[in-house]
């Protein structure tokens, strides 16, 4: 598998599927893959562990980077090139600014216990489009609301990626609930069983009982919610609904989500 981290090598690869990670591929990160590969056209996948969507206090020096492992991972998926670019080639003027769409200030999920969360992510995702200049890309629903972010993302700036695609792929879990996350490598077992509290609760018919799930299991919890679909905001009658957690276990903190209408 060919790793490349200078642009110009990108040229070839032009119109492409494209799938951004941050590395540490589990299965979650290869069904993106597969889904790309189903386009027929190259498949692009970039690992870049980005600084600007870290907080200070949260786990950029030690989240887990095994380049030459994803690298190998990828092209079993259908990657047909992996792209790994420095911090100075995404980023070579300092202080980059980009506009938040409505799903990134509004819900106040992500973007209320993450502040500066989508900022960073809307300026490493959008750089990314930049260079790779694909016509589609594909962002698991694991983070819904980075999900609809994006989205509305290029939706407002259809002039500068006019032929670009964002299409959603279905959350991936392990066998026994949890959703595939980079993160739960740090998980203790005893956590681990702990955390399973998570799927239990998305489960539940409504945000008292979600919470209620949760506790008794000891998880300590930012939010349990249920919101429109569409938009993360409050439900709207008779639109589809989207449950919504976040939650920490010890010091590891995970997201989970699922559509109402599919919450098996």
């Keep these: 598998m060919e790793i490349v981290s200078e642009i110009v090598h990108l040229a070839p690869y032009a119109g492409c599927a494209f799938v951004p990670t941050m590395g540490a591929l589990h299965d979650g990160h290869l069904s993106l893959i597969r889904e790309a590969k189903k386009l027929d056209v190259p498949v692009v996948v970039s690992i870049f562990v980005n600084p600007e969507q870290f907080a200070p206090n949260e786990d950029f020096s030690t989240y887990p ?16 090139v992996v792209f790994a670019p420095s911090v100075e080639t995404m980023y070579p003027k300092t202080n980059p600014t980009i506009s938040l769409p409505p799903a990134a200030t509004e819900p106040k999920l992500e973007d209320a216990f993450r502040p500066g969360h989508f900022r960073g992510v809307c300026l490493a995702v959008a750089r990314l489009f930049d260079l790779v200049k694909p016509t589609a890309a594909i962002f698991g629903e694991k983070d819904y609301q980075q999900f ?99 939650v920490k276990v010890g010091d590891v903190r995970l997201i989970d989500n699922c559509s109402l209408e599919n919450s098996s």
Excluded at 65 to 73: G, K, T
Excluded at 210 to 239: C, F, S, W
């Design 65 to 80: 980077r095994s380049l030459e492992q994803d690298a190998a991972f990828a092209e079993v998926a259908g990657a047909t």
């Design 148 to 246: 609809l972010v994006i989205k509305q993302m290029v939706e407002q700036q259809n002039a500068r990626w006019d032929n670009l695609h964002i299409i959603g792929a279905p959350n991936i879990r392990d066998d026994d609930g949890l959703a595939m996350s980079s993160r739960n490598v740090f998980l203790s077992a005893d956590q681990r069983t702990q955390a399973l509290a998570i799927h239990l609760a998305l489960k539940e018919p409504n945000e008292q009982k979600m919470a209620e799930k949760l506790d008794q299991h000891g998880l300590d919890v930012e939010y349990a919610v249920i919101r429109d679909e569409a938009t993360l905001l409050e439900p709207r009658k008779n639109e589809p609904k989207r449950a919504l957690i976040a």
